[in-house]
């Protein structure tokens, strides 16, 4: 016989000689949280504003990402109908810009069946310091969050019954409360490398090939001369 704590010994006695229904253990109630949805094949809606599990380091200034191997990700329309394109420089956007563009395409579509995708997202903490403070003491304190959006990147996709007007009015309303040049662009545009459009017919293997040289008679006609060869 293994040996009992003198509580255990005390609460079998208690519950022995007191009636059934006292030492009954309650029913345990299955709470789901509304943020978990039970049997549901789709995915819970993210912030796309800041990432969810919040900065563990501080990130580093960074550049945006240079498609220098000839890339063109990111570039086109998948999703919708109608997208928004960076078209001047690569640059940090913050995630307060993104969100008022946001909210300008939303307000301009007010009452219209649409759906707005995001194609950015912003996950870069940028820490700042004071002004007018010595060097050194590290990096600062968390200001913001921001993306780091490349050239000739997708920003925002709209796909619905909309006019095309309708689409190019809200388009050009959140380019004015962002930062840098925009352009619009329509499903199946031609992907752009860098800030090289590839033509129709041109694929991408014939621009990622090297030039070709020509022979040294025909370049060095091009040459100005004084005299006739």
């Known amino acids: 016989m293994s040996r009992l704590l003198p509580g255990v010994l005390l609460w079998k006695s208690l519950k022995a000689s007191a009636s059934p229904g006292l030492f009954t253990l309650p029913t345990c109630t299955h709470f789901t949280s509304p943020t978990i949805r039970a049997f549901s094949t789709t995915s819970s809606n993210r912030d796309w504003l800041a990432p969810k599990r919040g900065h563990s380091h501080k ?28 078209r001047d420089h690569d640059r940090r956007v913050s995630a307060s810009q993104l969100q008022t563009g946001a909210e300008t395409i939303k307000k301009r579509l007010r009452g219209q069946k649409y759906r707005l995708y995001t194609r950015v997202c912003a996950n870069i903490g940028v820490f700042t310091k004071g002004n007018e403070s010595r060097m050194g003491k590290g990096k600062g304190t968390f200001d913001y969050w921001a ?38 662009v329509r499903k199946g545009d031609p992907p752009v490398m860098g800030i090289t459009k590839v033509p129709v017919g041109v694929t991408l293997e014939e ?6 040289k020509l022979p040294l008679d025909s ?3 091009r040459l100005p001369a004084t005299t006739p060869p």
């Open 59 to 86: 990130s580093r200034k960074g550049r945006p990402r240079v498609p220098t191997g000839g890339s063109t990700r990111g570039t086109t329309v998948e999703m919708g109908d109608y997208g928004l394109r960076m």
């Open 147 to 184: 993306s780091r959006v490349a050239v000739s990147q997708i920003i925002f996709e709209l796909k619905g019954d909309l006019h095309e007007q309708v689409v190019r009015d809200a388009f050009r309303l959140a380019a004015s409360k962002l930062p840098g040049l925009y352009e619009f």
């Open 207 to 212: 621009m990622k090939r090297p030039r070709v």
């Open 219 to 221: 370049t060095a006609s």
